[in-house]
C-alpha cells in the first residue's frame, strides 16, 4: 500500500492553515472532477487522493493524528492507549533495539496496519485487535449546475470514489449548499460501515435572472409606445412566459412582483418564492418619416402647452 503525503496531494505545506486547505482542495477538486476529465484514470486517481486528503486534513483532530501517525492515523487512540510514541520507537530502533510492542504496555501481533506503517515501525507497529471494526472515512465531493437544472427536482449519476451512485437532486438547491449522503463514502476497515458523503452544489447562473434566496429579479424592456400608453408585455419565468399588464405612463425604474414566479424553496412541495421585474424603457430606432413627423408634431404641442 503506497503512502499518500496528503499536503503534497493539496499542494500545501504542514503549516497551512484551515482557510488555505480549503481554498487548495475547491481548487484541485474543480481541476480533477470526473465530470471535466472523463475516462481519464491519472485524474481519477488524482481526484481520490485529493478528497482523501481533504477528509483528514480538513478535520483539526484528525489532522493532529495524521502528523504524528501518518497513514495510520485512525488507530491513533489504541496507540495513545498503549503508550506508544512513533518517535520514540524510532529513536530505539536506531539505537539498535528490538523491542516488541509489549514494551510499550501493549500486545500488538496482528496484521491488519498498512504496509506503509510496518516499513516504518516493523512488526511492533501491528495491533492484535485486528478484528476491530473502523468506519470508513466521509468523502467530500463537489457538483456543478445550472440555474435551470437546480429549478426542478431530478436525479443524477455520480462517479464517487470510483463508483457510479445515482441520487436525487430537489429543487431549489442554492450555490454552496452541502448534502450528507449517508453510506456513500470510504468503505470501512473489518466490516465496519461505511463513511458519509457530503455533497457542495456549484450553481452556475447563465440566465438573465438574479437569484437571492428563492427571490427572483429580472429587467424587463418596455417600448417607448406601451409605457407610455400602456398595455400587456410577455415576461419570461422558468414556467415560460406569462403576460402582464402595464399601466398607462409607466416610469422606467418601476417594479413589479410576480408572486409565486421565483425559485422552488428547497424540499418543500409547491412553494416558490417571487420575482421581481424592474422596467427599462427600450427607445424606438431607425423612425420612418412619418414616425419623425409625429414625434415633431408631439413635441410642438408639448412646448406650446
Not at 524510532?90 to 539498535?96: E, F
Not at 435551470?148 to 470514489?161: E, F, I, M, P, R
Not at 427607445?283 to 418619416?289: A, F, R
Request: aromatic share 10%; net charge neutral; hydrophobic share 30%.
Amino acid at each position: 500500500m503506497d503512502y499518500i503525503d496528503y499536503y503534497k496531494a493539496l499542494e500545501i505545506t504542514k503549516a497551512a492553515t484551515e482557510a488555505e486547505i480549503k481554498k487548495a482542495y475547491r481548487k484541485l477538486a474543480r481541476k480533477y472532477h470526473p465530470d471535466l476529465n472523463p475516462n481519464d484514470k491519472e485524474a481519477e486517481k488524482k481526484f481520490k487522493e485529493i478528497n482523501e486528503a481533504n477528509e483528514v486534513l480538513s478535520n483539526p483532530e484528525n489532522r493532529k493524528k495524521y502528523d504524528k501517525y501518518g497513514k495510520d492515523w485512525k488507530h491513533a487512540d489504541e496507540f495513545e492507549k498503549a503508550g506508544y510514541n512513533p518517535n520514540q520507537q524510532q529513536s530505539r530502533q536506531q539505537q539498535g533495539g528490538n523491542q516488541s510492542y509489549s514494551d510499550f504496555g501493549g500486545d500488538f501481533s496482528g496484521s491488519d496496519f498498512s504496509d506503509f506503517f510496518n516499513s516504518m515501525y516493523g512488526s511492533a507497529g501491528r495491533s492484535s485487535r485486528s478484528q476491530a471494526k473502523y468506519r470508513g472515512q466521509d468523502l467530500n465531493a463537489e457538483l456543478q449546475l445550472d440555474l435551470a437544472s437546480a429549478y426542478t427536482t431530478h436525479k443524477q449519476n455520480l462517479t464517487v470514489n470510483g463508483k457510479n451512485i445515482r441520487i436525487t437532486i430537489p429543487a431549489g438547491v442554492e450555490n454552496g449548499q452541502i448534502i450528507k449522503i449517508p453510506n456513500h463514502g470510504a468503505p470501512g476497515a473489518n466490516g465496519g460501515p461505511n463513511g458519509d458523503l457530503y455533497l457542495t452544489f456549484l450553481i452556475d447562473n447563465n440566465s438573465d435572472f438574479k437569484r437571492e434566496g428563492n427571490n427572483l429579479y429580472a429587467d424587463v424592456d418596455l417600448d417607448l409606445y406601451t409605457a407610455i400608453l400602456g398595455g400587456e408585455t410577455n415576461v419570461n419565468t422558468f414556467d415560460g412566459k406569462v403576460k402582464i399588464k402595464v399601466a398607462p405612463e409607466t416610469q422606467p425604474g418601476t417594479k413589479v412582483k410576480l408572486k409565486g414566479k421565483g425559485f422552488p424553496v428547497y424540499k418543500k412541495e409547491n412553494q416558490f418564492g417571487d420575482l421581481y421585474i424592474t422596467y427599462t424603457l427600450k427607445l424606438p430606432t431607425k423612425l420612418s418619416e412619418k414616425e419623425k413627423e409625429l414625434f415633431q408634431e408631439l413635441a410642438k404641442l408639448k412646448n406650446h402647452e
